[in-house]
């Protein structure tokens, strides 16, 4: 059912769009990467942020108790390995000494990543049903206070202290990324790869290496984005998410640019502050992800690349 939205509803959805697009844009990041270098266009990308995630919740309920803060440490070094078996299961056969992408390789790249992203999905159905973790598990009984309050009061809106941390070490997590490709040799021997594998081969660099690099990098970021998006949920955590993680990372992947992490980040921001304030519009989440598609349209319409794409 439409609502009419108060002046102080507006303020209140928009900051809370704000800080749910910067989560979004996050999240999106490990996709961008391996699209826009490698164009593979990984269909397991939802399964490895849940993956993520889960990996705060275990670490924290399960085994050592460690805090869901430091959770993306734990992230870093699981989706390093998930990302070379990741690499070497599914792509290196296929795109490892490929110069050029064409149309049958990207097929079958596609299908490996989903194939992949199957084969966790079967590992964590295979955990639930053993009982070893549970199919809606949150950080219930976490809580991050300052002075007492486990909120931030701008505006007369009340932004939970979780969700403005998972959202803020995102950013951090994007900006940390953009500099590597920007300002160190491998950052940019991964850029020319995406330009030009056969002369970054000529320079002395082996593409297969670099392809087995950013294949890691995205992963981890992926995983990293997983474990702040359980800081950022706090409960509620389902291994279902993956079904609205991976359509919302599409749209704002192909909206911000593909390869680009700060048009990333900026798609996150739009996608976030129009699926707020269009569910608290309409009620309904199925029509908040249509406008999402809708803009996306239009944006292609106009600027083919995305916004920032070169």
Request: glycine share 12%.
């Amino acid at each position: 059912m439409a609502v009419e939205l108060s002046s102080q509803l507006l303020v209140s959805n928009t900051l809370s769009g704000l800080v749910y697009g910067l989560m979004l844009g996050a999240l999106a990041s490990g996709l961008t990467l391996i699209w826009g270098v490698m164009k593979v266009v990984n269909l397991s990308h939802g399964y490895l942020v849940v993956t993520g995630m889960l990996t705060s919740v275990i670490f924290y309920k399960y085994i050592l108790n460690v805090s869901p803060t430091l959770s993306p440490a734990l992230a870093f070094v699981i989706g390093a390995l998930v990302g070379i078996a990741f690499y070497y299961s599914s792509l290196h056969l296929i795109i490892g000494k490929a110069e050029t992408m064409t149309l049958k390789i990207e097929m079958s790249s596609l299908m490996s990543t989903f194939g992949f992203g199957i084969l966790i999905l079967g590992i964590i159905t295979f955990a639930v049903n053993r009982g070893w973790i549970l199919s809606n598990e949150g950080l219930s009984g976490w809580t991050l206070s300052i002075h007492g309050k486990t909120y931030l009061e701008v505006a007369g809106t009340h932004l939970e202290y979780t969700k403005l941390l998972g959202a803020g070490l995102g950013v951090v997590l994007v900006l940390v990324t953009e500099l590597f490709l920007r300002k160190t040799v491998w950052g940019l021997a991964i850029r020319a790869v995406a330009e030009d594998s056969r002369a970054v081969a000529l320079t002395g660099y082996d593409p297969v290496k670099v392809k087995l690099l950013t294949t890691i990098i995205s992963t981890i970021m992926a995983l990293i984005a997983g474990a702040l998006y359980a800081i950022y949920l706090s409960s509620g955590i389902s291994v279902g998410l993956e079904s609205q993680i991976a359509p919302l990372s599409f749209v704002i992947v192909v909206l911000g640019g593909l390869g680009s992490l700060i048009g990333t980040l900026i798609g996150g921001l739009i996608i976030g502050l129009t699926y707020n304030i269009t569910l608290a519009l309409t009620g309904h989440s199925e029509i908040s992800l249509s406008v999402a598609f809708a803009i996306l349209l239009i944006i292609l319409i106009v600027r083919p690349k995305g916004l920032f794409g070169r």
